[in-house]
C-alpha cells in the first residue's frame, strides 16, 4: 500500500518531541518505525535530530535503515557534535549597571546557498541577558548550529523604560571556517566586539478596531534591516521568503520581545516602542 501523507517524492516525515522521548529519563527512547514491505531490504529513514535552543549540542542528520529485526538504532552510540557559542553584551543608552533590566537577544539564521530542505534547525534563537557583576553590565551566552546570523537585542518591557527601543540588527559569521572563531575547552566561540546598544525609540500607539480580546499583535520593523550585508557582501532583504525561513520573512523583525507579544485591550488601543527612524539611517 502507498504511505500515507508521502510527498510528491514518496517521503513521508514524522515528528516526535519531548512528549514522546523523555530526555531526563536514563530509558532509551522508543518510537515506531515500519521495516517496509514484508521480505523486502528494510525501510531507509534519514532521523533529524535537533536539540532545542540553549542546548550545547547541535542538529544532525543521521541516515540509518530499518530492518524487521532492528530493535536498536545502529547510530545510538553516535556523540552529537557542540554548537557555535555566542556570547557579547547589551548596554543601554540611559542607565547603566545594575540599575538596567535584562534585554532579550534575538539570534536568526540567514539561508545563504544551503538547501533549505536540508538546513536543520533550529533557526530562530533566543535568551534574555544575565547581569554580570564584575563586568558591570548585561551579557549573554547562546549556542547556535554553525552558519550566519542576525543578532539583536529588545527592551524588556517595564514602564520604567517605557521609550526604550530596539538595538540595530548586525550580521554575525558563526560558520566553522571563520578565522575570528577560537577554541576554548573544545568548543568554538565568537566574542562580539561591540555591544548591542538599547537606545530612545519612537513610540507608536494605534488603535485597532474589531479584534476579539485575545488577539496578540506583533509589530515588524520592515526598514530596520535595510543596508545589511553577508559575508560576502551580497545584499540581505529581511523581508524576502527565503532569507531566514523559507516562505516568510524574518522573525528578527519582530520589536517586542517573544516571552511579550502585545495583546488587544478592552479599548483596543495598542503601544508599541520601534527603532528610531534616525537610529535606523546610521
Same mark, same amino acid.
Do not use: W
Given at each position: 500500500?502507498?504511505? &500515507?501523507?508521502?510527498?510528491?517524492?514518496?517521503?513521508?516525515? +514524522?515528528t516526535?518531541?519531548?512528549?514522546?522521548?523523555? +530526555?531526563?529519563?536514563?530509558?532509551?527512547?522508543?518510537?515506531? /518505525? &515500519?521495516?517496509?514491505p514484508?521480505?523486502?531490504?528494510?525501510?531507509?529513514?534519514?532521523?533529524?535530530?535537533?536539540?532545542?535552543?540553549g542546548?550545547?549540542? @547541535?542538529?544532525?542528520?543521521?541516515?540509518v535503515? =530499518?530492518?524487521?529485526?532492528?530493535? +536498536? $538504532?545502529?547510530?545510538? %552510540?553516535?556523540?552529537?557534535?557542540?554548537?557555535?557559542?555566542?556570547?557579547?553584551?547589551?548596554?543601554?543608552?540611559?542607565?547603566?549597571?545594575?540599575?538596567?533590566?535584562?534585554?532579550?537577544?534575538l539570534?536568526?539564521?540567514v539561508? @545563504?546557498?544551503e538547501?533549505?530542505?536540508?538546513?536543520l534547525?533550529?533557526?530562530?534563537?533566543?535568551?534574555?541577558? =544575565?547581569?554580570?557583576? *564584575?563586568?558591570?553590565?548585561?551579557? !549573554?551566552?547562546?549556542?547556535?548550529?554553525?552558519?550566519?546570523?542576525?543578532?539583536?537585542?529588545?527592551?524588556?518591557?517595564?514602564?520604567?523604560?517605557?521609550?526604550?527601543?530596539?538595538?540595530?540588527? +548586525?550580521?554575525?559569521?558563526?560558520?566553522?571556517?571563520?578565522?575570528? $572563531?577560537?577554541?576554548?575547552?573544545? /568548543?568554538?566561540?565568537?566574542?562580539?566586539?561591540?555591544p548591542?546598544? $538599547?537606545? %530612545?525609540?519612537?513610540?507608536?500607539?494605534?488603535?485597532l478596531?474589531?479584534?476579539?480580546?485575545?488577539?496578540?499583535?506583533?509589530?515588524?520593523?520592515?526598514?530596520?534591516?535595510?543596508?545589511? $550585508?553577508d559575508? %560576502?557582501?551580497?545584499?540581505l532583504?529581511?523581508?524576502a521568503?527565503?532569507?531566514?525561513?523559507?516562505?516568510?520573512?524574518?522573525q =528578527?523583525r @519582530?520589536?517586542?520581545?517573544?516571552?511579550?507579544?502585545?495583546?488587544?485591550?478592552?479599548?483596543?488601543i495598542? @503601544? !508599541?516602542?520601534?527603532?528610531?527612524?534616525? *537610529?535606523a539611517?546610521?
Amino acid at each position: 500500500m502507498p504511505l &500515507s501523507g508521502a510527498d510528491e517524492q514518496g517521503h513521508v516525515r +514524522v515528528t516526535y518531541g519531548p512528549a514522546d522521548c523523555n +530526555v531526563e529519563s536514563s530509558e532509551p527512547c522508543s518510537v515506531n /518505525l &515500519s521495516p517496509g514491505p514484508v521480505g523486502g531490504n528494510g525501510q531507509p529513514y534519514v532521523l533529524r535530530i535537533e536539540p532545542p535552543v540553549g542546548s550545547l549540542f @547541535r542538529s544532525t542528520l543521521l541516515p540509518v535503515t =530499518i530492518t524487521s529485526d532492528s530493535s +536498536v $538504532l545502529p547510530t545510538a %552510540d553516535q556523540d552529537l557534535q557542540p554548537r557555535v557559542l555566542l556570547r557579547g553584551s547589551v548596554e543601554h543608552k540611559d542607565c547603566s549597571g545594575s540599575t538596567c533590566v535584562p534585554a532579550e537577544v534575538l539570534v536568526e539564521r540567514v539561508i @545563504r546557498g544551503e538547501d533549505p530542505t536540508t538546513l536543520l534547525g533550529p533557526y530562530f534563537y533566543n535568551t534574555t541577558t =544575565i547581569y554580570n557583576a *564584575a563586568a558591570k553590565g548585561y551579557e !549573554f551566552v547562546i549556542p547556535v548550529n554553525p552558519g550566519v546570523y542576525l543578532v539583536t537585542a529588545l527592551p524588556t518591557v517595564t514602564p520604567q523604560n517605557s521609550a526604550t527601543g530596539p538595538a540595530q540588527i +548586525v550580521v554575525v559569521d558563526l560558520r566553522e571556517d571563520n578565522p575570528d $572563531l577560537v577554541q576554548e575547552d573544545g /568548543l568554538r566561540v565568537l566574542d562580539l566586539e561591540d555591544p548591542l546598544v $538599547l537606545t %530612545d525609540g519612537a513610540v507608536y500607539t494605534v488603535e485597532l478596531e474589531d479584534f476579539v480580546s485575545n488577539s496578540r499583535v506583533i509589530p515588524l520593523d520592515l526598514t530596520g534591516g535595510e543596508g545589511l $550585508l553577508d559575508p %560576502d557582501g551580497e545584499p540581505l532583504d529581511l523581508n524576502a521568503p527565503g532569507t531566514c525561513l523559507p516562505g516568510e520573512g524574518c522573525q =528578527i523583525r @519582530r520589536i517586542r520581545p517573544v516571552s511579550s507579544p502585545l495583546r488587544v485591550p478592552q479599548n483596543q488601543i495598542v @503601544r !508599541f516602542v520601534a527603532r528610531a527612524a534616525d *537610529a535606523a539611517a546610521e
